[in-house]
């Protein structure tokens, strides 16, 4: 347990360094990669608490993740083009108000999580997996027909949103930004793991014969957990989509579930900072191999089988010598 901090408050640090470092060596793209690590971290700490403490492998989670893009992208488009939203019977300016944008991406990827799992954990295994790949699929087929917000062209943000205080367009200043909702999102996975509803949620994972012998309904345990899930995911949704001043439905596609996978599988699935190790391993193995070869993903998923067969506890656990996490 002291060793698995020690390795978390280095992974910290040194995503904090990173930017810095490369301001004051004139390297603003560096800045930029590790925003984007911040954020797919992020996600990935949402689909974690999912797999890690539930036990629930969603396929789905682009569904969340450009939901929360495209929620961060309508508003924006409407208030750069001074047009409101209208949907019946509501009408609702637009905003490039990043403390307005949050909680609308939060409340719409909680929803849709609702929705999604209210029907999907009714199965199990396999027909789960496929169930929740089938929304995601769903949705990224609704985006790319949608003309009005640039159907499979996306929808740019031309000026990247505001908050109180900060220029959002400085490196460092958007980077703070994104680092605090990731601690925020790490805290709330550490908080929930050792709560009441985080036992409850690892007993219905383990055993759910006993779960409802005490009188804990899984299925609502679970919903709940799939719906906090979502939300952690579409607010890393609309922090990309400002990242990149740009959304497309290449956000909601099946590739992206992948890759939010993957920084689980690569960090430690369970373990807190595990999506922070993963998505950070993935960015350098992209921009590093990137470069060398346009095959660097063969590379990537060599590197993800062994993880597979011979590392189960993910990069986090073989720094921490652990090979599993109960």
């Known amino acids: 347990m002291l060793r698995e901090m020690t390795v978390n408050i280095a992974l910290v640090v040194l995503l904090l360094l990173v930017p810095f470092t490369a301001m004051s060596?004139?390297?603003?793209?560096?800045?930029?990669?590790?925003?984007?690590?911040?954020?797919?971290?992020?996600?990935?700490?949402?689909?974690?608490?999912?797999?890690?403490?539930?036990?629930?492998?969603?396929?789905?989670?682009?569904?969340?993740?450009?939901?929360?893009?495209?929620?961060?992208g309508i508003l924006a488009s409407h208030a750069q083009n001074?047009?409101?939203?209208?949907?019946?019977?509501?009408?609702?300016?637009?905003?490039?108000?990043?403390?307005?944008?949050?909680?609308?991406?939060?409340?719409?990827?909680?929803?849709a999580a609702l929705a999604i799992g209210a029907l999907s954990l009714r199965t199990s295994g396999v027909y789960f997996i496929m169930i929740t790949l089938a929304f995601a699929q769903m949705v990224f087929y609704f985006a790319v027909s949608w003309p009005a917000y640039g159907g499979e062209d996306g929808l740019p943000i031309y000026v990247r949103n505001s908050f109180p205080g900060l220029n959002t367009l400085?490196?460092?200043?958007?980077?703070?930004?994104?680092?605090?909702?990731?601690?925020?999102?790490?805290?709330?996975?550490?908080?929930?793991?050792?709560?009441?509803f985080g036992l409850a949620l690892?007993?219905?994972?383990?055993?759910?014969?006993?779960?409802?012998?005490v009188g804990i309904d899984p299925y609502k345990v679970r919903l709940?957990?799939?719906?906090?899930?979502?939300?952690?995911?579409?607010?890393?949704?609309?922090?990309y989509a400002d990242l990149n001043r740009f959304v497309s439905p290449a956000m909601l596609s099946w590739q992206t579930s992948g890759e939010i996978m993957v920084f689980v599988i690569l960090g430690g699935v369970g373990r807190h900072f595990g999506p922070?190790?993963?998505?950070?391993?993935?960015?350098?193995?992209?921009?590093?191999?990137?470069?060398?070869?346009?095959?660097?993903?063969?590379?990537?998923?060599v590197l993800l089988l062994l993880v597979v067969l011979f590392a189960r506890g993910g990069l986090v656990g073989v720094l921490t010598r652990e090979r599993t996490h109960g």
């Open 25 to 72: 060596l004139g390297e603003p793209f560096i800045v930029t990669l590790a925003t984007k690590v911040a954020i797919l971290a992020t996600a990935a700490i949402g689909l974690n608490i999912a797999i890690g403490h539930g036990g629930l492998v969603s396929f789905g989670h682009a569904a969340f993740f450009g939901i929360g893009g495209y929620a961060a």
């Open 82 to 111: 001074y047009e409101p939203l209208t949907m019946w019977p509501f009408t609702i300016e637009g905003t490039q108000q990043m403390l307005v944008i949050w909680p609308v991406a939060l409340v719409a990827g909680g929803i």
């Open 170 to 196: 400085a490196p460092l200043d958007f980077f703070g930004i994104c680092f605090v909702w990731l601690m925020i999102a790490a805290g709330l996975s550490f908080v929930l793991s050792r709560s009441r």
């Open 202 to 213: 690892q007993g219905a994972r383990q055993n759910e014969a006993r779960v409802r012998a």
């Open 224 to 239: 709940v957990a799939f719906v906090i899930s979502g939300m952690i995911t579409a607010l890393a949704g609309a922090l």
């Open 276 to 301: 922070l190790a993963g998505a950070a391993l993935f960015i350098l193995l992209e921009h590093w191999l990137g470069g060398v070869s346009e095959y660097w993903k063969f590379l990537l998923g």
